[in-house]
């Protein structure tokens, strides 16, 4: 089987590195004959042959200060970053994945509610038959599907989606087998995105119209993925804006603007820096404050501060008020890069225009500060969000916690955790767990002990991962006293509960 033709700018997905593990399989002459029979029963043990195992990896490392977290259910996903989600957005250097690795193992199975049958997890070379399945487009396809009786995760259906769409192959068939097969998936806003995406790239709009309105109807959401076809398929900027217009009359129809469609389709342009064409989105929709969040976050991600103050600019001529959330974006930009002075200079700008700084506010300035050893400093904001009455988040004890113990200061860190403990009661387990796990991983597993058992002893409990890193590594040090007082007082307390 050889490759289908691509354009140019197709010839991107091949670099990926899924679709390099998955599409040498199916360019074999021969078809692979996994399931000599395939009306097996789902309990009968399976003899595959030995797959090599496949692990993907996704790369993902954030700051354990915070996490930035994106809710994507049935009726809900954000728009742009609340304020409480922002935290410390612009400090993370990670790459954020979104396929997690996978076993090819025949004992890794999954059990339907209610049913009672087993079925195993889909394994490398069955993705890729499935794959070839889809591609043959064959009248008993659902039924083929379904006599495999395995279970697809989501990274395989975001693999077998990527490679159809890659390939301009519908997917429309396995869509609606996926989520009466897997009634998990219904309202998996990636996973209906792809299939829009795919619709796109099949230049098949009543398609997309029909499962647009069907996701109205259920209040589904999509992410930026729906409409990454209109950037691969479009190689000039008229045909660019004809299919963007051609899109937002189709949203517009079905009414997608109630559940953040549009702010996907600007986040996308967003995302690939083609802010003339945020703007050409606003102009043809409305300009909402939602949008302006996701442009001004990612021109200050791309730290276009000057884009950033023409974007100000333009949002007070449109009569929105600049709240916290928009300073916040600049703020942790510009300490992101270093320029702490005119970070203070937005600070008092924020104060001049009668918009009060939030607790975020000064947690960005904290978590500079506590990074780069200004703990004293950091104590100054600290003291700012007290006087304002202001409760303090998670995350700035956490801050502190770890700027102390970075800096090797273990009794201030030590010493915050307990006066913490009487004035913000309900932080007290997060920081000892915290301070707790720091020494284990610093390999000082008395002390982390200690911090277990006092705050015990109190009737805190410990974070349960904690404790069981905590105990498991007194007892491969040899210190299994210690560990089972550890694990007497834990039952204790669990038992008291």
Same mark, same amino acid.
């Given at each position: 089987m050889e490759i289908s033709k691509l354009s140019h700018k197709n010839l991107r997905y091949l670099s990926n590195p899924y679709y390099n593990l998955i599409f040498p399989l199916l360019s074999q002459q021969s078809?692979?004959?996994?399931?000599?029979?395939?009306?097996?029963?789902?309990?009968?043990?399976?003899?595959?042959?030995?797959?090599?195992?496949?692990?993907?990896?996704?790369?993902?490392?954030?700051p354990s200060v915070s996490k930035f977290v994106g809710f994507t259910g049935c009726n809900?996903?954000?728009?742009?970053?609340?304020?409480?989600?922002?935290?410390?957005?612009?400090?993370?250097?990670?790459?954020?994945?979104?396929?997690?690795?996978?076993?090819?193992?025949?004992?890794?199975?999954?059990?339907?509610?209610?049913?009672g049958r087993v079925r195993p997890k889909a394994?490398?070379?069955?993705?890729?038959?499935?794959?070839?399945?889809?591609?043959?487009?064959?009248?008993?396809?659902?039924?083929?599907?379904?006599?495999?009786?395995?279970?697809?995760?989501?990274?395989?259906?975001?693999?077998?989606?990527?490679?159809?769409?890659?390939?301009?192959?519908?997917?429309?068939?396995?869509?609606r087998w996926i989520r009466h097969w897997q009634p998990e998936l219904r309202?998996?806003?990636?996973?209906?995105?792809?299939?829009?995406?795919?619709?796109?790239?099949?230049?098949?709009?009543?398609?997309?119209?029909?499962?647009?309105?069907?996701?109205?109807?259920?209040?589904?959401?999509?992410?930026?993925?729906?409409?990454?076809?209109?950037?691969?398929?479009?190689?000039?900027n008229e045909s660019l804006v004809e299919s963007t217009q051609r899109v937002i009359v189709l949203l517009l129809e079905v009414r997608g603007s109630c559940y953040g469609w549009?702010?996907? $389709?600007?986040?996308?342009? @967003?995302?690939?820096?083609? &802010?003339?064409?945020?703007? !050409?989105?606003?102009?043809?929709? /409305?300009?909402?404050?939602?949008?302006?969040y996701i442009f001004i976050r990612e021109m200050c991600r791309r730290c276009d501060f000057k884009g950033v103050r023409d974007i100000q600019d333009e949002m007070r001529k449109e009569g929105f008020e600049l709240n916290a959330r928009i300073y916040n974006y600049l703020i942790s930009c510009l300490l992101k890069n270093g320029e702490y002075a005119d970070a203070c200079k937005v600070l008092t700008e924020m104060q001049d225009k009668d918009c009060p700084p939030d607790a975020l506010t000064f947690e960005?300035?904290?978590?500079?500060?506590?990074?780069?050893?200004?703990?004293?400093?950091?104590?100054?904001?600290?003291?700012?969000?007290?006087?304002?009455? $202001?409760?303090?988040?998670? @995350?700035?004890?956490?801050? &502190?916690?770890?700027?102390? !113990?970075?800096?090797?200061?273990? /009794?201030?860190?030590?010493?915050?955790?307990?006066?913490?403990?009487?004035?913000?009661?309900?932080?007290?387990?997060?920081?000892?767990?915290?301070?707790?796990r720091l020494h284990q991983k610093r390999g000082n597993l008395v002390i982390a002990q200690n911090i277990l058992s006092e705050m015990i002893k109190k009737g805190l409990r410990p974070y349960f991962k904690v404790y069981m890193k905590v105990f498991n590594c007194l007892n491969k040090s040899g210190r299994e006293t210690l560990a089972t007082d550890l694990q007497e007082q834990f039952h204790q307390l669990h038992s008291k509960a």
């Open positions: 078809q692979p004959q996994l399931f000599p029979n395939p009306s097996y029963p789902s309990s009968t043990s399976l003899c595959f042959c030995n797959y090599p195992s496949l692990s993907l990896f996704s790369s993902n490392g954030s809900g996903r954000y728009n742009g970053h609340n304020s409480q989600s922002l935290n410390l957005y612009f400090f993370k250097s990670s790459i954020h994945g979104y396929l997690r690795g996978y076993k090819t193992s025949s004992f890794d199975v999954y059990k339907e509610m209610g049913t394994m490398q070379k069955q993705v890729a038959y499935i794959i070839d399945l889809i591609k043959r487009d064959e009248y008993d396809l659902e039924y083929k599907l379904g006599s495999l009786s395995v279970k697809l995760s989501i990274a395989s259906v975001t693999l077998v989606f990527h490679v159809l769409n890659s390939e301009k192959v519908s997917a429309l068939r396995f869509f309202c998996n806003s990636d996973i209906c995105s792809l299939v829009i995406d795919n619709c796109g790239r099949l230049d098949d709009y009543d398609a997309m119209r029909s499962l647009l309105n069907e996701f109205n109807e259920n209040q589904l959401c999509l992410t930026k993925k729906a409409f990454e076809f209109l950037h691969v398929m479009n190689v000039t549009v702010s996907s $389709l600007i986040e996308m342009f @967003s995302v690939l820096g083609s &802010f003339d064409m945020v703007e !050409f989105v606003m102009k043809k929709t /409305e300009r909402k404050i939602s949008y302006y960005i300035f904290i978590y500079y500060c506590c990074n780069n050893g200004k703990t004293e400093i950091a104590c100054h904001y600290f003291d700012e969000i007290v006087a304002r009455g $202001l409760e303090p988040r998670l @995350s700035t004890h956490a801050a &502190f916690i770890k700027g102390f !113990f970075n800096s090797e200061q273990y /009794e201030e860190a030590y010493k915050y955790v307990v006066d913490s403990d009487k004035k913000y009661k309900c932080t007290s387990c997060m920081n000892y767990s915290l301070l707790a």
